[in-house]
């Protein structure tokens, strides 16, 4: 029950053990422990289907501090969420606020947690935690009370993409123009973005034959995983690419983009989770302040002669987008919606409508 404090810990799959006190939801759960250094931006955080399986830690101090917003609609989405529900396993804080201060809040983020079913731990010295996944690289983990009973599991031995995807097309506005979304986890605001730029959005299962559709422009979404496991729909990317119908992937988007150019892709140490990645753009070094959630990257020296590097990571160098040299297919490793976080690349969404015509 929401506001009862009980002990609980986080476990790692190398034995490490984090005390704490539980949360939310008193239920055990498994998953893969990840980090996310956003300061603000919880409610869109924790409903982003990126973090499909995954036990978020937020490293900063003050996560619930202006509590839960609402969960009115807007042309039928979410207006404060990225999607209907919470999609992350469990919530790891150093100090979980129990007070909230907010004119838009409605309940806490306690409360929150507790009626979607998601267990939080609060306690925990995230900073040692999160020093500890990045000299180690990211781990399977689980949330347990004093006597719960549960094995470690690896969520991305699953095809999350196909959990957290419509079961059948959805329609939004109606603009001149349709903007096809494979959704393998969209996140509301990618959908805003096109509708605020006067599209039509016609969003599609995961593994939809997209040559069923009559649309101008195709774009694959954000999602969580591993995009080895979307074979359906690198296969109907796969299709599309044969034509001239421009192409757009977005963070799992664009690693299934260069998977079904021919490319490779791997699993990185630690991931890229927060709001503050500079990426450069290749050849201008042009450097974009940008909001990112992903664990896997396209590995640029696999691309195709037709293909190159786009954007690339000014921390670690790893690809951040690739376009085609001659027809309008591109992929960006970064948000361009991002909300909350920098709105610095939602050129991205202007330029791809550009190439429609």
């Known amino acids: 029950m929401a506001g009862e404090r009980h002990p609980a810990r986080l476990v790692l799959e190398d034995g490490a053990r984090f005390e704490g006190y539980g949360f939310g939801a008193d239920v055990p759960v498994a998953g893969e422990v990840v980090f996310n250094t956003g300061m603000i931006g919880y409610p869109e955080t924790l409903t982003d289907p990126s973090y499909r399986g995954q036990i978020l830690v937020q490293t900063y101090p003050l996560i619930g501090n202006y509590g839960v917003p609402n969960d009115e609609r807007d042309g039928g989405l979410l207006r404060n969420f990225e999607s209907d529900r919470i999609q992350a396993s469990a919530l790891v804080l150093t100090e979980h606020s129990e007070k909230y201060s907010h004119w838009s809040a409605v309940k806490s983020l306690d409360e929150w947690l507790s009626s979607n079913g998601v267990p939080g731990i609060h306690g925990i ?66 959908v805003r973005a096109f509708l605020r730029r006067g599209m039509s959005v016609l969003r599609c299962p995961w593994n939809h034959d997209l040559s069923s559709e009559s649309h101008d422009g195709v774009v694959i979404s954000n999602g969580p995983g591993d995009p080895k496991t979307c074979v359906e729909t690198i296969a109907q990317v796969k299709k599309a690419m044969v034509g001239d119908t421009p192409i757009l992937g977005i963070c799992l988007g664009s690693q299934i983009l260069g998977l079904a150019a021919g490319a490779d892709t791997y699993k990185l140490k630690y991931g890229h989770r927060s709001q503050n990645q500079p990426c450069a753009e290749a050849g201008t070094r042009r450097c974009y302040i940008t909001s990112q959630n992903h664990g896997y990257a396209v590995d640029s020296d696999t691309l195709p002669e037709d293909w190159r ?39 991205i969404f202007d330029m791809f409508l550009r190439s429609l015509k």
């Open 309 to 347: 590097e786009w954007f690339y990571n000014n921390n670690d160098r790893t690809n951040e987008g690739i376009i085609h040299v001659s027809k309008p297919f591109f992929g960006t490793q970064f948000h361009p919606e991002a909300s909350p976080g920098p709105d610095d690349t939602e050129f």
């Open 125 to 190: 010295d995230t900073r040692a935690l999160t020093k500890h996944l990045r000299e180690r690289g990211t781990m399977l983990g689980k949330v347990v009370s004093e006597n719960d009973k549960i094995d470690l599991s690896d969520p991305n031995r699953r095809n999350l993409a196909a959990e957290v995807s419509v079961p059948e097309p959805v329609k939004y506005g109606k603009g001149k123009k349709t903007i096809l979304i494979v959704d393998c986890g969209v996140k509301n605001n990618i």
